[in-house]
């Protein structure tokens, strides 16, 4: 098979973690460009401080894949879809469901795939979760997304500003497995929002989930909290109402049902991601689910803000 030349937009801690390790173990990519405002790059590749510049000195690529933060992704996508180019986008896909609609209208329009990858999707707890719950009447679901920014996003000033998602940055993650693994459709019945008084967006959020038919006492509610020290939570635990409990742990990469361990597998998302990719390209096919930036958008539309002290880095 022909390798498929691909350029990362945004050499930033995701990409240099976790694209750049992927794509270079993936036979059907082959590494041929950066581009990044600070013509940063990795292994002597060429570098362009913008797409315009990538596509004039290097037409032959023909992939890119974008590490940039939400906002400002929808003008950079357009252009890459628009010179023909087949894209790969990294959670959140967009700062808004009209950007993203838009995008994948274009992708469609101009015949060129647009994957916009959920990466904690990509786990095999997740899948066999999906599995176990399919049919299911669901009585329970408890989402606890407890981090320290200070831990995990040192320095990055976006995720402060207008489309930077705040605490949702890594909670849409949690709601990528949630829409992923549920039997039937949630929606925002109602939130809170924590803001600092010196920020844009939130520092934890709390959501009430409704579903169009729920059995008596049915509970679900997410917890997102940036001000976690310590131990670390990403666990997302759903009852049925059968009896059974079923507990994704570590984002998602282990599952225990009913307490008893069923996957530890450790995660392979990046790599899988790119093997979706590869099976994209081949199919023509793009791949664009907005579920889980829909629930954000919703908590925003009737969350209820909160203002708490001041937060600095
Ligand atoms: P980051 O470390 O801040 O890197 C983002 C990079 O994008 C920057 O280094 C910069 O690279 C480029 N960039 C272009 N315009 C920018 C702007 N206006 N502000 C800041 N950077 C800009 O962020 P990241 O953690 O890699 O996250 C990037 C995306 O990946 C986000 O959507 C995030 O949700 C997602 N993601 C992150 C993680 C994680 O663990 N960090 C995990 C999964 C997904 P150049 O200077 O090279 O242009």
Redesign the pocket.
Known sequence: MKRQLIAI??????????HVPAILGNPAFELAA???????TVADLP?F?SLEALFAAMPEVEVVA????????FE?TRTALRAGRQVL????PAATLGEITELAAIAERAGRVLFA?W?SRFNPAVAEARRRLAGQRISRLRVDWREDVRR??P?????WQPGG?GVF??G??ALSIVTEIMPEPLFVAAAQLDVPANRQTPIGAEISFATADPAPGTDLSAVFDWRKQGEQSWTIEVATAAGETLTLTEGGARLAVNGTPVIEAGSHEYPMIYERFATLLAEGRSEVDIRPLQLVADAFLVGERRATAPFDD
């Open positions: 937009v945004g050499l930033g801690k995701i990409a240099v973690d976790q950066i581009v990044s405002q600070r013509r940063a570098s401080d974008f590490c940039t933060p939400p906002a400002g992704r950079a986008i990294e959670k959140p990858t990466h995990w996003h320095g990055q000033a976006w995720i998602f940055d890594p849409i993650n």
